[in-house]
């Protein structure tokens, strides 16, 4: 069983802090990563995909990635109260099949 | 760029009753994904089609799901009967083909079973 996880939260950070994401993986041959961001009653929202080792900025978002590690991670920096939502790890395995995590509940507080 | 397109966006049914789902995915994506997302979880794949074909199906439930993608495009998933069990969002997705590629979700359908 392959399997994605990460801390459900919540996590809380005030508003202006840098709010730090995690996520481990089972599956070794995995090679694309992938950061949803989900509101409350909505779908899940693409943000980040990462595929190879290091560090990925867009914008205020900074996904990073270690294979060896079997470690992806959601950097938010200056976080907004409009970021509060729960974030979803996605890991695509060898099989192209997409796995999720549970989600971290992630709250910023102004 | 319209995106990933479903309807009913919610449906209330009593147990034993069938109920369909439908996905319109984004123009030139060619693979379409069916997921169901429980209360608190991440979203859990149901079937993958390439085009037409149903590429990966393996946690389908066969007994009560089916679906279908005649042309390519369009996609229905089916519930028949349906079970309380059910109750969950039915989310539709898209990519690009081959299945590798950054999938893009529909709003869900939130389908509740009484």
């Known amino acids: 069983q392959k399997e994605v996880e990460q801390n459900s939260g919540p996590l809380s950070v005030p508003e202006g802090a840098i709010a730090s994401l995690n996520c481990t993986y089972s599956d070794r041959v995995s090679q694309s990563f992938f950061w949803y961001r989900q509101y409350s009653g909505k779908s899940p929202e693409l943000i980040m995909s990462i595929y190879s080792n290091g560090d990925k900025e867009d914008g205020r978002f900074t996904a990073q990635l270690n294979k060896a590690s079997q470690y992806v991670s959601l950097l938010i920096r200056d976080s907004q109260p409009s970021d509060s939502a729960t974030y979803l790890c996605a890991v695509r395995g060898s099989n192209y099949k997409l796995t999720f995590g549970k989600g971290t509940l992630l709250t910023v507080n102004p | 760029e319209a995106g990933v397109v479903q309807s009913p966006r919610y449906k209330i049914i009593e147990k034993k009753q069938p109920v369909a789902f439908w996905c319109n995915p984004i123009?030139?994506?060619?693979?379409l994904y069916w997921y169901r997302q429980n209360l608190g979880q991440g979203p859990e794949l149901l079937i993958r089609?390439?085009?037409?074909?149903?590429?990966?199906d393996s946690q389908l439930p066969k007994d009560r799901f089916s679906a279908e993608r005649l042309k390519g495009v369009d996609s229905t998933l089916k519930i028949q009967p349906a079970e309380l069990g059910d109750s969950a969002v039915y989310l539709c997705?898209?990519?690009?083909?081959?299945?590798?590629?950054?999938?893009?979700f529909g709003p869900g359908t939130r389908l509740t079973v009484l």
């Open positions: 997705a898209s990519s690009l083909a081959g299945g590798t590629n950054e999938q893009f």
């Open positions: 123009s030139g994506h060619n693979t």
């Open positions: 089609y390439e085009n037409e074909e149903a590429v990966d």
